[in-house]
């Protein structure tokens, strides 16, 4: 099973600062089958990035995703008010699929 | 537009058994395989298995396994995750979710359905 660690586990930032959330597999994940989600309190997850770097339909530019084998991350370029919520990465390379244990970027 | 609709919040006793439901709309039901990823209080996601309504192609998270049975009847559109026998511990945030193919990230989601398991 790949274990995917995610860090930090809390990031305090303001609005308009950039954020980056990194995402270590314990091994490769192969044709970057890596993606993202965020959740939003009270909500269901939102698919973010797929792909590594692809970003769903309707998600803004200001997300953006890299990194491939055992390294990955999201970046979000200027933090907007809606963007304070938990991500999560996960690999969907190997079976059973996991995710990581998620990063909280709450308001500073 | 693609739409799943999960069943509502169950409140059971330990033991007691269990079926929830998640219905899919929007699109060709029988040709995406659909995932259930479970949430405990203030926890991660955990993915539980997926199956693949076409066929009820079905595979489990080892971690699940045994403990749950996932299926699905296309001509409905509705796929289910049961449970024989609850324990407390499986008091959690159930999430069913779209997969545009086998290797495919959590595309669509459902709003989520509250089990909550307490004597």
């Known amino acids: 099973e790949i274990v995917l660690t995610q860090s930090p586990g809390t990031l305090s930032l303001s609005p308009g600062e950039r954020a980056t959330l990194s995402c270590r597999a314990s091994?490769?994940?192969?044709?970057?089958?890596l993606a993202w989600y965020q959740q939003k309190p009270g909500q269901a997850p939102r698919l973010l990035i797929y792909?590594?770097?692809s970003r769903a339909t309707g998600i803004p530019d200001r997300f953006s995703g890299s990194g491939s084998g055992t390294d990955f991350s999201l970046t979000i370029s200027r933090l907007e008010p809606e963007d304070f919520a938990v991500y999560y990465c996960?690999?969907?390379?190997?079976?059973?699929?996991?995710f990581g244990q998620g990063t909280k970027v709450e308001i500073k | 537009e693609v739409l799943l609709v999960q069943s509502g919040a169950e409140v059971k006793k330990p033991g007691e058994s269990l079926k929830i439901s998640c219905k899919g709309s929007?699109?060709?039901?029988?040709?995406?395989?659909i995932g259930w990823v479970r949430q405990m209080p203030g926890k991660g996601l955990e993915w539980m298995g997926i199956?693949?309504?076409?066929?009820?192609?079905?595979r489990y998270s080892p971690s699940f396994q045994g403990q749950v049975t996932i299926s699905a009847d296309k001509s409905i559109s509705t796929a289910y995750l049961q449970w024989s026998s609850l324990r407390a511990s499986d008091t959690a945030m159930y999430y069913c979710?779209?997969?545009?193919?086998?290797?495919?990230?959590?595309?669509?989601w459902g709003q989520g359905t509250l089990v909550t398991v307490s004597s």
């Open positions: 091994q490769s994940v192969s044709s970057s089958y």
């Open positions: 199956i693949y309504p076409g066929d009820s192609d079905t």
């Open positions: 979710a779209t997969l545009i193919n086998f290797r495919a990230a959590l595309n669509y």
């Open positions: 996960q690999q969907y390379d190997s079976s059973p699929r996991t």
């Open positions: 929007g699109y060709n039901f029988a040709t995406y395989w």
């Open positions: 792909g590594a770097s």
